[in-house]
């Protein structure tokens, strides 16, 4: 399962401008999710964007005092409009947009294109600014995906807000929360499962609430203790969720504390989608190879790298390759299913401009190392390292990270996982 943020649509669209041509004097996005991606992008080049049905009427959102709008007043004046949905799987919606555009006959040129899709090259697209194969999930529709039919889903902090400490008190305050919660992540899919450290005596009110705001589900499991104190004294509110996800039929669990979510993925050895970070956090790996009992030095690599001159370069032997300017392409951090096929799309692209790839990951994988046509570089976690303190880890990590941005001479990085200043704080805390 690949998961996308809102982070992650953002940073594409940075990653993925240089693809576009450079008069684009408007913005259009496909309803409802091209929106966003269009919204962003034109805050991010600094041009005006409006939707799919205003432009065939002829309207153009109204312009903010730093948009670019010297070209043209409204719809009837623009040039070259970029046409933009934030994925494209059967290419549906795309098609229907063609229709309307070519219906309301505008003298304007239409560039296509979409932030993520199936492939690099897709027919009627004119640029893919990402490759992300399914099964894929977005924060932005993660609560309409058809995925929830095969999902445990937590209801405090997902469904609804969660209580503050003084509604949560097992009491008369408790209930009223319970009757007036305010909803937050309004599914309209068919959830198999709402698994929630609620306590059995709430099933009534608890089942009250869901009727109330049309929640369809098909399970309703909660923790049969009699007060919050015994559930607080056991302190076992992930571990019984992971215990249900881990015997269920579902193949994730959407959770909204990120502590609760490591745990229950440890635990249940199956993937945890986290609102509170929105991230999805995968099972722990087996002991890395870098936990050796023989003795490591983490420092002596530093040495080295300060004593490096400041012009050293690294040295590529194929002549061809070298005069390449060279991409770093970085997966830090959690790694979901198919990122492999990911980091080798990538490459494919590099290579294809011309462009001489590394690649950098956070975790050794023996099948990308041994298949790769070009380098792997590894940036080490704070669990590979366990004598550091936190001090000594960033100092390390980020010295490596330079190192390599000077020791290849890098042109660009594109950036597929955390980002580096992401990853380093996840690690550290």
Request: a neutral charge; one cysteine or more.
């Amino acid at each position: 399962m690949q998961y996308r943020s809102i982070s992650d649509l953002h940073r594409a669209i940075v990653n993925g401008l240089h693809m576009l041509p450079r008069d684009i004097d408007l913005v259009v996005g496909i309803p409802r999710s091209g929106l966003l991606a269009a919204n962003m992008l034109g805050l991010v080049a600094n041009l005006p964007m409006t939707d799919l049905d205003s432009f065939v009427e002829g309207r153009v959102y109204s312009f903010g005092a730093t948009k670019n709008t010297a070209t043209f007043r409204g719809a009837s004046d623009v040039r070259k409009v970029l046409v933009l949905d934030d994925s494209i799987n059967t290419g549906g919606a795309m098609r229907q947009a063609k229709a309307k555009l070519l219906a309301c006959e505008s003298p304007a040129q239409f560039v296509f294109a979409a932030v993520y899709g199936l492939g690099d090259r897709v027919e009627g697209v004119d640029f893919i600014f990402e490759v992300v194969e399914q099964p894929r999930l977005f924060q932005w529709n993660f609560m309409h995906h058809g995925l929830l039919s095969k999902a445990c889903v937590d209801i405090d902090g997902v469904l609804c807000l969660d209580p503050t400490e003084a509604e949560n008190d097992d009491g008369p305050t408790y209930d009223s929360f319970l009757r007036n919660a305010r909803a937050l992540h309004k599914p309209t899919r068919f959830i198999a499962y709402l698994v929630t450290s609620r306590l059995e005596k709430y099933r009534s009110l608890t089942e009250t609430w869901l009727r109330t705001n049309a929640i369809d589900y098909g399970k309703l499991v909660m923790l049969d203790l009699p007060t919050a104190t015994e559930r607080r004294r056991r302190g076992i509110h992930a571990g019984f969720k992971a215990a249900f996800y881990r015997q269920s039929d579902a193949e994730i669990f959407i959770e909204s504390s990120l502590r609760q979510a490591t745990e229950i993925a440890s635990i249940s050895n199956k993937p945890v989608l986290c609102t509170e970070t929105h991230q999805m956090v995968l099972p722990t790996p087996l002991r890395s190879l870098f936990r050796m009992r023989i003795p490591f030095d983490a420092f002596a690599f530093l040495k080295r790298a300060q004593a490096m001159p400041e012009e050293l370069r690294y040295t590529i032997a194929d002549a061809q390759n070298r005069a390449k300017s060279r991409t770093l392409v970085t997966w830090l951090g959690p790694r979901p299913d198919g990122f492999v096929d990911a980091i080798e799309s990538v490459r494919r692209i590099c290579v294809a401009k011309n462009e001489y790839p590394i690649i950098v990951l956070s975790e050794f994988h023996q099948e990308l190392m041994s298949q790769a046509d070009t380098p792997v570089e590894f940036i080490p976690q704070v669990r590979h390292l366990p004598s550091l303190s936190a001090g000594q880890y960033q100092d390390y990590a980020r010295r490596r990270h330079d190192l390599m941005l000077r020791k290849w001479a890098i042109s660009r990085e594109i950036t597929l996982g955390l980002g580096f200043e992401e990853f380093l704080a996840e690690q550290l805390s």
